[in-house]
């Protein structure tokens, strides 16, 4: 069964940083292609950054780029996303999906950005 | 950016009665190596996303065969063919022909 776990999110400041992770397991972690998405509370689904499956490959969304990074360690099955410099507006549940066409999903993170 | 349009917002349904949701995207979404990554997520309470449907109409493992997508280039459609209690969330398509990613703004099903 294929599962990824989130971990790393909590409260924070604004201004402050954070490291999120997702450990994967069940699937040859090194052939897929990763993806960060956050859902604010109540709000609809928005896509933060991808990976490609070397790592080679990155892409950010306007909105956190310059402020979040994303990378893996194939190794170790995982996928982390760097966050710094939070505002308000980055609160939300953090999601890893594997797969350019989402194939699966973890449990989510949440991140609460507030002083 | 692409932006993809569902509707409708809302839709309650009579268990055992067919729904339809439906997607269209601001630009065709046709890759350039041909495919067409047009994905429909469905998000139950409390849950995270699952992938029900890729590349339009290709069924992911262990989804329900009452789940169908079709469509092309700009317009797509998810069915259910007979709704279930378990069928209540929400729905999304979502576009990964092109950067940045972007997801429809969701279908919320309900039952009547």
């Known amino acids: 069964e294929v599962q990824l776990v989130e971990s790393g999110g909590g409260l924070v400041k604004p201004g402050g940083s954070l490291r999120l992770s997702c450990v994967g397991s069940g699937m040859t972690f090194a052939n897929y292609s990763m993806v960060w998405v956050r859902q604010a509370p109540g709000k609809g689904l928005e896509w933060v950054a991808s990976?490609?499956?070397?790592?080679?490959?990155?892409y950010y969304s306007d909105s956190i780029k310059g402020r979040f990074s994303i990378s893996r360690d194939n190794a170790k099955h995982s996928l982390y996303l760097e966050m710094s410099s939070l505002r308000g507006e980055d609160t939300a549940v953090y999601f890893c999906?594997?797969?350019?066409?989402?194939?699966?999903w973890g449990q989510g993170t949440l991140v609460t950005v507030s002083s | 950016d692409i932006v993809m349009t569902q509707n409708p917002i809302s839709s309650p349904v009579t268990l055992g009665q067919p729904a339809s949701i439906f997607c269209r995207s601001s630009?065709?979404?046709?890759?350039?190596?041909?495919?067409?990554?047009l994905s429909w997520l469905q998000q139950r309470p409390g849950q995270p996303p699952r992938l029900l449907i890729y590349k339009i109409s290709n069924r992911f493992s262990g989804v329900p065969d009452r789940f169908s997508g079709s469509g092309a280039v700009t317009d797509f459609t998810l069915k259910i063919s007979r709704v279930e209690a378990e069928d209540v969330g929400i729905y999304y398509c979502?576009?990964?022909?092109?950067?940045?990613?972007?997801f429809g703004g969701g279908t919320k099903l309900e039952i009547k």
């Open positions: 630009q065709s979404l046709v890759h350039s190596d041909g495919n067409t990554y």
């Open positions: 990976i490609s499956a070397s790592g080679f490959n990155i």
């Open positions: 999906a594997a797969a350019r066409t989402f194939d699966y």
């Open positions: 979502v576009q990964s022909s092109q950067l940045p990613l972007t």
